[in-house]
Structures are given as C-alpha cells and as structure tokens.
C-alpha cells in the first residue's frame, strides 16, 4: 500500500470539533503543532500525540495523528513508554500546568534527566480552568481564586528554571499568539535529540483575568532582541530567567551535545523494538535455563 | 537415613547468613537433591535476626518443614529463637565464638564448634560460614569435594587462593565435627540422590524468565521487596535481545510507561508489590478502559500500608481483583509454583494482547523469594499470541475518518493497530468513547462500549489451561481444601497425613482467581462433606470469593494465618481436624 511521503498542516486536521471556550490559547497550540509536524516532515502515521487530563489534554484527540489521552499528570511516563516502543516514533507529550507542574511534576523532573528523544509541549493558563477555576503551582502569589479567595500564599513554580537546573537538554518558553516563533520553536523541540520542554503562556480566558494576552504582550521579553544571547551558556539562561521573572520567549537553553536515554542504553535495538520478532529461540532459552543448574 | 532433612542457619542479618545458605543448597542441588528455601528476614540491612531454612530430599518437596534436623547457630538468638523446631534426633552446632547455652528444655544434640576461631586461624573470619557448611557435611554424611566447583564458581575470579582457603575451611569444619561425632552412621545421613541437573531458582527468576520467553522487551520498575529480583534478572538480560529495564521514579511511572509501550507496540510490564500495586490502580483502570494490554506481577507481602514488608501474607487478592474505581475486565493468575510462575506468566502476555486486558500475575513472597528445585522448563509450550494486532493492510480510507479501534465485535474484541501503521489513525482515552476511540457520552455508546469490554474474559474460564490444579481423588470427600499461591505445597503434604488417618481429602489450588472458576470448583464443593479455604489472611478473602461465585457460604469454612509466616503442614493438619 501506498505511504504519503509529505503532508501538509492541513493533513493533521481531524473533523473533531475542540470544546474549549472561545478565544482559548490551546487552539493556536494546535496549530502550531500541525505546522512544525508537516514542516518537519511528518506524515500523520508517524506522530504520536500523548496528552494528560485538563482542558489543554484534549489535545490528542483534535490532531489527526495517533493520540491517546491518558490520565491526569502521567502523559510523560505514557509517552515515553511509547518512543521507547518504537524509536522511529516522533511524540509529543502535552497537557497543562496542572498536569505537568503540581500531579505529574514527579514525572516532569525525571523525564527531564532522564533525556528520552521527545517533545513535551505545555499550555500553562496558570489556573485549573475545566475544574473552574482553581490556583495552579503557577499562579502567581496573591493571585485570587475559588481554591484561594484571598489570594495564593504559596511561592509560584518556575518550570524553566526547574528544568535548566536539572539537566533537560533543550528548554523553550512560548506564547500561544506568537504563531511563527512558537511553530518554529516546536520544530526545534522535535529536531532535538533528546527531551525538550516547551512552556506556552497560552491564556485562559474563563478564568483568569489577570495573565491575559494583553498582559503577556506588555510583560514578555523574546530573547531574540536580547543581545548575543546563547543558549547553549547554562548560567547565562539562569541569569536571564532570574533578571526577567521567567517572562522570555524563545530557546532558553539547549545541550546539543549530551546523547539521549536511547542513545545510552546498553544493547538497546537500533530498529524499532516493536518491529521485533518476540520468538527468544530454544537455543537461548537453553542457556538461561542452564544458568540456573 | 533420613529421605529428607531440614537444615537451618541463623544469625544476624549481614553476616553472610544468606551466602551459608546458597553455598549449602547450591551443592546439594549439582547432587540431584530437590530443596525448598525460606528465608526468614527482616527489612533492614545489618542487624536483627535471619535464618535460612532449607529442606532437602530425593524427592520433589513443596513447603517449608514442621521441624528441623540441623539447626546452625551463629547467635543465641538463632538457638532461642528456633531451637524448639527441633526434634529429639535433631543436632544444635553453634559457634564457639558466642559462648552458646543449650537449651534445657530440648533433647536434641549440641556441639559447639569453634567456626570463627577456625576461619581466623585460616585467615578470615568471614569464613566461619564454611566451616559451618563443612560441619554439616559431618552430620549428614557428605563427600565434601561436592563444594569445590560450587566455591569456584563464587570464588573464583577472586583467585585460586581465595578458593583453596575456603576449601580448607569447608574441610576443617568437616574434620573437625566428625571428631566430635564420633563412629558410626549418623541418623541424620542422607541417602544418595539422583546426580540429576537441575533448575534451582527463586519464584521470581522463573517469573522473570517467563517474561522473557513472551518476548517482553521494556520493564519499567521500582524497587520493593519482594519483588526487585524480576527487575534485576531482566536488567541483565533484555539488553541481548534489545530491550531494557527502565528504573522510574515511582510505581506509576512504571504502570503508565509499560502502558505506552504496549500502545507504542510491543511487550512491556511492571512489577511491585502491594504498596506499588496501590499507585497503580489508577493506570491499571486506563489500559482497562483503552484496551491497552498490561501486565503487572504483584508479590504479596504483609500488608497493610508498610505492613510486614519482608514477610509472607497473602493480603491482596480482594484488591487485585477489583482494584481500581469504575469497572473493567481484568485477569488475575495465581501460580503456585516456580514452574506455573513461568509458564502463567507467558500465558499472561498472551491474554493481555489476546483479550486487550489487564492482566495481573499474583504471587507471593514464599514464592517469589523462596529458592527451589524446579522441574524442566518445556520450551515448546510457549507460544506467543497477539491476537487481533493489525500491522499492516488497512484498506485507505479518503475521508479523514477514523480507524474503528473499538469497534463493536462479537467477542468484545476489536482490531488492534500500534502507531506507525498507514491507516489505522485512531484516537485513545480514558474517557468514554465510541467505536473510534473519540470520547462520546451517548447512553447507547456508552451501554455498547461497556458491554463489549466486560464481555471479553466472559469466556476465559473455559479457555485458560488449568484454572483450577485439583489432586482429588475422592467422589465424596470428607474434606475439600482449597488456596492459592504458594500454600499448595503445605496443603498437599496435610493431605497426605490426613490420608494416612484414613480421613478423605481433596484439594484444589485456585490458579485462575479472576474472572473466577466456577463450574470447575463447583461439582468439588458440591461433593465434599466440608470444605476449607486456606490462606495467608485475616479476613478469608479467597473463601468470600468462592463463595460470592459458588455458593455454600454454610458449607465453606477457612484456615487462615496472617502471623508473617508461611503456613507449615502441621498448621493444616490441625486446623482440618478442628473442622472436621
């Protein structure tokens, strides 16, 4: 049978109508993912979309590409199961802040050392929209919600910084409006070889009035118009994330150089596991058996 | 001569107890003997009481000993603690480095033999387990050069003379008991056995090599005890056919990331015990609810919360069963032996891929940690089966539309694509869906979509070989006895005694416990005159099961220990009397 060979973003539309609200930041998520998807020269076959609960985790199901949405905070340990299956797999992790940073954190920090060849794609509202509107560990402090009517007390989590300090090898910050910067972000995060973290602003418009995209527009700073600045200068992405309260666009931090998780395991197949044939061979199984005589 | 003895040492844990006990059981399995370990042992690293009991015998044995013939003392404790197992032929050899009291109150033979004093003299204290080891050749009657190629084989890469000494060691406490022993024939002298080669693995080597033989390829784990050694094993072994063991960071990774990896394709699982099992209910309802194939081995151990982490219970039938909230079909195996271990846990990667379920293979730390003589593996009996996996030949289809992944069939099943494959684009959730994988909440789909899920396993009592292991051989029974997992072996040599005093016993040993048996334990029930369900609980969890499915609540009754230890014959014999 005949495979497409290319595809257009128009190839990774499905008929699935999203239920977010009108205005939503995820929807231009969405179509920064189909673009970077069909510039990078995927066919639908190839991407796998894996997404956590939330509104932004409906995510997988309103791409025309394999998808599974699975439970809340553990899109990451799905996905990376998944590139490990088969490595010839181009995956996408993707849910919100919620999902990412307060039930799935534990995952976050360790699919981050762990440096397994995907792209993780946050959309961070700063809020629990389709609960209602609760805080998030990215709220900012004093921020007022239904969880928190006099305001958040706790000290709001810095995702970047997080994850520069524990050795992801490429580290980007977006904003859901900024279409261009934020697909060619993507296709760098999957051009990466290893794991790669995109955090998108991507503003709810339900519940949050405070981080609104005028608010993004007046406060985010692109590193492009920062001076010779080089991602590959780990202090200087701490410093620049410090001096501008985590509010940048752009590649904050990329290791080029580290190997990913695959690259380092011992004996690992360099075919797709799920391509191999699962017969061990009496001849093998003889000498596992005669180990235990 | 005895045809079978039980040998135990004890000490304090991290003084080598375990590697006394290996070198011992390892020798006498290149003899042909058949063994059966357990290990009594506590969750820490140096300290505290620990024993190794082995029992050994020209015949197949299946369950710890009543008693004891020899009995290894490395501390006063080790005598206080087992001395009363002991019967009036058995022998006490103790350590002279301890200063050891017999007790009053035993008729068995003591003997202080100076172990360490030996192996110092010899160079290392360490050695003193050598010496013990060589002192039991004494006593029963032993050729020590049996040890040589065992001690080259742990000794070796540390040089000739590191295996020399341990030798000597071995050879002086051999010397050194016959002296003290006497002429004569010891009572405790075993007869020749068989010079047949044979497996002598944990519950969980066999278990882990099963999963190898089903062709899995990612194990995402985390340490617990009792259940590490899969991971362990498999770490040294998936990488020569590709794959690898991933160490995550919590037990929910684990369950979640082998999901994927059965989405992504191929083979994958997780092992826990009882407190990862709990983390994973959650991921357990998702491979549930998506159709994804899973396996998870739970070793059970003393529960609740931390429980008795290194002790045996057999706590977490109720929870395997119908863990996780909503409702799914799921299958629960329970292997009794190392060999049912391996073969189930084949059989289990074949009905997670042929049903589209997850598959839970129970065990229990008497298994799983307990080192036995096992029977030849058959290679031939396994077979791998994937059942409905398309990968590749779907017609295209011009419209966009979605592969029908959940399609509504007959048996519940439905094709099952893996990414990658040109035409088979299809969603996956957790939330209800329709025939295509995207989420629906119309009653009627949701009713359709129910059905044919739970519709699955309705049959695999039917299908599964063996759901029950029965050795009844009686029409009328004057007692059914029936357990799960590791309690076989004991309920079998009960059996016997109870025979001998002309009493009609049955067993059957439940190896299929969910979806549950029914018309195959039922006409065993129906016949016996009692009927007692024996286990490693408090509340008789396997007994509600049966009789939830098959009635009888009257006529079943229950045999339980949840003391952390495993059950011995004598603890059924008297129990069955009782009930009688």
Known sequence: ?293 | MAEQLSWKVGGQQGEGIESTGEIFSMALNRLGYYLYGYRHFSSRIKGGHTNNKIRVSTKKVSSVADDLDILVAFDQETIDVNYRELHANGIIIADTKFKPVKPEDTEAGFYAVPFTEMATELGTSLMKNMVAVGATCAIIDLDVSVFLGVVEEIFGRKGETVVQKNMEAIQQGYKYMKDQLGDGTSSLALPPADGQKRMFMIGNDAIALGALAAGVRLMAAYPITPASEIMEYLIKKLPKVGGTVIQTEDEIAAATMAIGANYGGIRSFTASAGPGLSLMMEAIGLSGMTETPLVVVDTQRGGPSTGLPTKQEQSDLMAMIYGTHGEIPKVVIAPGTAEEGFYDTVEAFNIAEEYQVPVIVLSDLQLSLGKHTVEPLDYSQVSIRRGKLVKEGIEPREDKSYFKRYEVTEDGVSPRVVPGVTGGIHHVTGVEHDETGKPSESPANRKAQMDKRMRKIEALPHVFPNPVYKNATHEEADLLLIGFNSTGGAIEEAMERLESEGIKVNHARIRLVHPFPTEDILPLIESAKRVAVVENNATGQLASIIKMNAGYPQKIKSILKYDGNPFQPHHIVESSKELI
């Open chain 1, 1 to 293: 049978m005949a495979t497409a060979t290319t595809a257009t973003f128009k190839d990774f539309r499905n008929s699935v109508k999203p239920n977010w609200c009108p205005g939503c930041g995820d929807f231009s998520v969405q179509a920064a993912i189909q673009r970077a998807a069909a510039n990078v020269g995927l066919t639908p076959e190839k991407l796998a979309v894996i997404s956590g609960i939330g509104c932004s985790g409906r995510i997988s199901g309103y791409i025309n590409s394999y998808g599974l949405h699975g439970i809340h905070g553990r899109a990451l340990p799905i996905a990376q199961g998944v590139k490990m299956a088969n490595k010839d797999l181009t995956v996408i992790a993707s849910g919100g802040d919620g999902d990412g940073f307060a039930i799935g954190m534990g995952h976050t920090i360790h699919a981050m050392r762990r440096n397994i060849d995907l792209t993780y794609i946050v959309m961070d509202n700063q809020i629990y929209g389709l609960t209602k509107g609760q805080t998030s560990p990215r709220s900012a402090a004093g921020f007022k919600t239904k969880s928190t009517p006099l305001g958040a007390i706790e000290q709001t989590l810095s995702p970047m910084q997080l994850a520069v300090t524990t050795g992801a090898t490429f580290v980007a910050q977006s904003f859901s409006t900024d279409l261009k910067d934020l697909t060619a972000i993507i296709e760098a995060g999957i051009n990466h070889k290893g794991f790669s973290i995109i955090n998108v602003f991507s503003p709810c418009v339900t519940y949050n009035k405070v981080n609104t995209y005028d608010w993004f527009k007046e406060n985010l700073t692109k590193l492009s118009t920062i001076e010779g600045y080089d991602p590959s200068d780990r202090q200087a992405a701490m410093n620049t994330l410090m001096q501008h309260n985590d509010l940048v666009t752009g590649i904050i931090y990329q290791d080029t150089e580290r190997p990913s998780y695959q690259e380092l395991v011992e004996g690992y197949a360099e075919t797709p596991l799920a391509d191999a044939d699962l017969d061990l061979g009496e001849e093998t199984f003889k000498q596992l058996v005669e180990e235990f005589m």
